[in-house]
């Protein structure tokens, strides 16, 4: 049977300070392959948002791009390619419904139209079918 291990503290604790080597070293350290950073904090009396911290604020990307002096808008202005057309704008679609529209004429006979209707011509439609 394993005992677990107890860390009995007697006083308060006043807050540490840690020294620019002391924190290199650390960072250094959770930087090593098959470490893992809350490993490194727990053996320092860390709390393993501090060592993040500390990392964040010790390591640089070298491959950064450097960062801009200031960071001000610049106005665009999109223009066309010579000789290319300016395109027509998009109109929008309706939906089309799927139906039926059924015209019962003298004489017993029927005209179905399905699909979408032209209304145009379904009204010259029914102006012949009138005058008959």
Same mark, same amino acid.
């Given at each position: ?17 840690? *020294? %620019?080597?002391? /924190?290199? +070293? ?8 098959? @470490?893992?950073?809350? &490993? !490194? =904090? ?41 000789? *290319? %057309?300016?395109? /027509?704008? +998009? ?8 139906? @039926?529209?059924?015209? &019962? !004429? =003298? ?26």
């Amino acid at each position: 049977m394993t005992i677990p291990r107890v860390e009995v503290i007697t006083s308060v604790e006043r807050r540490r300070h840690w *020294s %620019r080597a002391e /924190k290199e +070293r650390l960072v250094a350290a959770s930087l090593e392959p098959g @470490v893992t950073v809350s &490993e !490194v =904090a727990r053996s320092a009396g860390l709390h393993v948002s501090q060592l993040f911290r500390w990392r964040k604020q010790l390591c640089t990307r070298i491959d950064a791009p450097p960062a801009p002096e200031s960071q001000a808008l610049v106005p665009v202005q999109i223009v066309p390619d010579e000789g *290319s %057309r300016e395109p /027509k704008p +998009r109109r929008r679609r309706r939906r089309s419904r799927s139906s @039926v529209i059924e015209i &019962e !004429v =003298a004489g017993g006979r029927r005209v179905r139209i399905s699909g979408e209707v032209d209304a145009e011509a379904l009204r010259r439609v029914l102006d012949v079918l009138e005058r008959r």
